[in-house]
């Protein structure tokens, strides 16, 4: 069935409560197991329903923010929502105070347990309302970045649109690209921090209303830190600013001298471009980098070319950058079908093929998974996913050249490049997330002072002359998880750090490493994040001094491959 065939629904809210409230009392009545694990069966099939109907809507209002209806449509999810997400709550608590719990944990993996004992202590009735007005702010936040408007190059473009032109070989062109793009965000800097103190103070509101002092350890729970806390953070941020932070640098240095600049800050529009030619881009248009894609994943595997036909032939894909195109990519799964769907913003530049294996990667793994059971196992949390999607880009690498021909090379040093200067990115993220939420009086140009702060420890290298907004910390206000899901980024950096192993292994024709991936893939969220990291034979990053090897190979591999113009 195509994608455009999916029939969307509106779930109706009243229905859905009474027949939860129907499944509460057959758990309660249950005279014996059997009783229990059909009614528990049922439960789990009206859950798969309800999430199916709302991705829909989500998904094809991100495609057009434009459209009305599902517009309309996400707006009744965020009021609904958290009502129903209440109801659920008491059926859950009823199941895992059931005393037919033991025999249930021989037929539902431990994990489905452990998620929704953290699920008790992030829901009750009294935050409804504060969790609804969340989700207002975020879908504000969202909308906003989806309706900009910027004039430049005798085009308008959107934020992601423009971004091509923010990659150009042209320095001067890139440099007005980037004042285009970071002026719009100067204009509306207002807006954008008020909405983000409105959603510092609502989610620290739902946290003390939850019994916590800050929102902090609220979103650690939320997050499904299932086997790490906040003191494994702090240990891994050392670890970073220890072993990445002075390889990136050296990364920066080269690069800086490729430009013809003394030291290794680099002015923000040059900071993207690797080389001085410009870097590598895709040498086709959307329809034949799918068509390569589709050649690469056959001959990877026989189950990841029935995967990727599967996505081309339902039409579950939505690739290019247009108006009214909310911003970024992800990939969702729509329980109902046991299919994913990937959504992108192709712009013409090498993030393009990243973004695809990346997102394929999630597909993949979903796919894999696709008949767990419960249905919400499908995925792993989030860092352990983020493992599937970024080993998936080094695991692609043997198939670059059907997207980069001659510039091959200059894609390898990029991807691989950009792994090693993402970590201290994606710390920063995380990071100030912990200040925000730990401080949260703070006004909009305290939160703009601690970014830069934070920035100028992680990504020493940033020259921001002439863009006002970036000196004063603005860069975080484009960073979409930062509104729609706090404490969601360091997921990223624990799951590059496991990928650059994979790349290692790969390195050294380790013959294994792909079916090893395999294994853990089609765990799905059945193990906790170090589970899977074993499963995948590869190394848990959270001990001190855990990156110094792999950190090593890295600058090894950096010091045979030096690409020149």
């Given at each position: 069935?195509?994608?455009?065939?999916?029939?969307?629904?509106?779930?109706?809210?009243?229905?859905?409560?009474?027949?939860?409230?129907?499944?509460?009392?057959?758990?309660?009545?249950?005279?014996?197991?059997?009783?229990?694990?059909?009614?528990?069966?049922?439960?789990?099939?009206?859950?798969?329903?309800?999430?199916?109907?709302?991705?829909?809507?989500?998904?094809?209002?991100?495609?057009?923010?434009?459209?009305?209806?599902?517009?309309?449509?996400?707006?009744?999810?965020?009021?609904?929502?958290?009502?129903?997400?209440?109801?659920?709550?008491?059926?859950?608590?009823?199941i895992l105070n059931s005393?037919?719990?033991?025999?249930?944990?021989?037929?539902?993996?431990?994990?489905?347990?452990?998620?929704?004992?953290?699920?008790?202590?992030?829901?009750?009735?009294?935050?409804?309302?504060?969790?609804?007005?969340?989700?207002?702010?975020?879908?504000?936040?969202?909308?906003?970045?989806?309706?900009?408007?910027?004039?430049?190059?005798?085009?308008?473009?959107?934020?992601?649109?423009?971004?091509?032109?923010?990659?150009?070989?042209?320095?001067?062109?890139?440099?007005?690209?980037?004042?285009?793009?970071?002026?719009?965000?100067?204009?509306?800097?207002?807006?954008?921090?008020?909405?983000?103190?409105?959603?510092?103070?609502?989610?620290?509101k739902i946290a003390n209303k939850m019994g916590y002092e800050t929102f902090t350890p609220f979103g650690y729970l939320r997050m499904l830190r299932l086997d790490y806390d906040r003191y494994d953070v702090e240990q891994y941020r050392q670890n970073v600013l220890e072993d990445v932070v002075p390889v990136a640098m050296e990364l920066y240095q080269a690069q800086a001298k490729r430009h013809g600049y003394e030291g290794p800050t680099l002015p923000a529009w040059d900071e993207k471009i690797t080389f001085e030619s410009g870097n590598p881009q895709p040498k086709y248009d959307e329809p034949e980098l799918v068509r390569r894609a589709l050649q690469m994943y056959r001959e990877l595997s026989e189950q990841t070319g029935i995967f990727f036909e599967g996505m081309v032939d339902q039409n579950l894909m939505d690739l290019n950058a247009k108006p009214g195109k909310a911003a970024g990519g992800y990939c969702e799964i729509l329980p109902d079908y046991g299919v994913p769907f990937i959504f992108a913003n192709f712009n013409g530049t090498n993030a393009d093929i990243e973004t695809l294996t990346h997102e394929a990667g999630h597909g993949f793994q979903a796919w894999l998974s696709r008949n767990a059971f419960p249905y919400d196992l499908v995925w792993p949390t989030n860092e352990s996913a983020e493992i599937d999607s970024m080993g998936m880009e080094f695991?692609?690498?043997?198939?670059?050249?059907?997207?980069?021909?001659?510039?091959?090379?200059?894609?390898?040093?990029?991807?691989?490049?950009?792994?090693?200067?993402?970590?201290?990115?994606?710390?920063?993220?995380?990071?100030?997330?912990?200040?925000?939420?730990?401080?949260?009086?703070?006004?909009?140009?305290?939160?703009?002072?601690?970014?830069?702060?934070?920035?100028?420890?992680?990504?020493?290298?940033k020259d921001y002359?002439?863009?006002?907004?970036?000196?004063?910390?603005?860069?975080?206000?484009?960073?979409?998880?930062?509104?729609?899901?706090?404490?969601?980024?360091?997921?990223?950096?624990?799951?590059?750090?496991?990928?650059?192993?994979?790349?290692?292994?790969?390195?050294?024709?380790?013959?294994?490493?792909?079916?090893?991936?395999?294994?853990?893939?089609?765990?799905?969220?059945?193990?906790?994040?170090?589970?899977l990291v074993t499963i995948s034979k590869n190394i848990v990053p959270f001990e001190k001094g855990c990156l110094k090897q792999t950190m090593q190979d890295v600058k090894a591999w950096f010091e045979a491959h030096d690409v020149e113009e």
């Open positions: 069935m195509n994608f455009l065939e999916f029939k969307y629904q509106r779930p109706d809210k009243d229905e859905v409560l009474t027949r939860l409230q129907e499944l509460l009392h057959q758990f309660e009545q249950a005279e014996d197991y059997a009783a229990f694990f059909n009614t528990f069966q049922q439960f789990i099939e009206l859950e798969k329903h309800f999430q199916t109907q709302m991705q829909l809507a989500n998904i094809r209002h991100s495609i057009d923010t434009r459209d009305e209806f599902y517009t309309q449509e996400c707006d009744y999810f965020d009021v609904i929502s958290p009502i129903v997400d209440n109801a659920i709550h008491a059926i859950d608590q009823v005393p037919y719990r033991q025999q249930l944990e021989n037929d539902v993996p431990k994990t489905w347990f452990m998620i929704h004992e953290f699920n008790q202590k992030v829901m009750s009735e009294a935050i409804i309302e504060d969790l609804q007005e969340e989700n207002k702010l975020a879908s504000r936040y969202q909308n906003v970045i989806a309706s900009a408007q910027i004039d430049f190059n005798d085009e308008v473009h959107t934020l992601a649109s423009i971004e091509k032109y923010m990659s150009d070989p042209d320095r001067n062109m890139r440099k007005q690209a980037h004042k285009a793009y970071w002026g719009w965000f100067a204009d509306h800097e207002q807006e954008i921090g008020d909405i983000f103190d409105q959603l510092v103070q609502v989610r620290t695991l692609t690498w043997p198939w670059m050249e059907l997207f980069f021909e001659e510039d091959t090379a200059k894609y390898y040093y990029t991807h691989l490049e950009g792994a090693v200067k993402f970590l201290g990115y994606g710390v920063l993220v995380d990071h100030f997330q912990h200040e925000v939420y730990d401080h949260p009086t703070w006004n909009h140009d305290q939160r703009m002072a601690c970014w830069r702060e934070l920035e100028q420890q992680y990504l020493p290298q002359q002439d863009i006002d907004v970036l000196e004063r910390g603005g860069w975080w206000m484009r960073q979409l998880h930062i509104f729609m899901m706090p404490f969601y980024y360091i997921d990223y950096t624990l799951a590059q750090v496991v990928a650059l192993q994979i790349w290692s292994r790969m390195q050294r024709h380790d013959e294994t490493v792909f079916d090893d991936y395999v294994a853990m893939a089609k765990c799905g969220g059945t193990k906790t994040f170090k589970e």
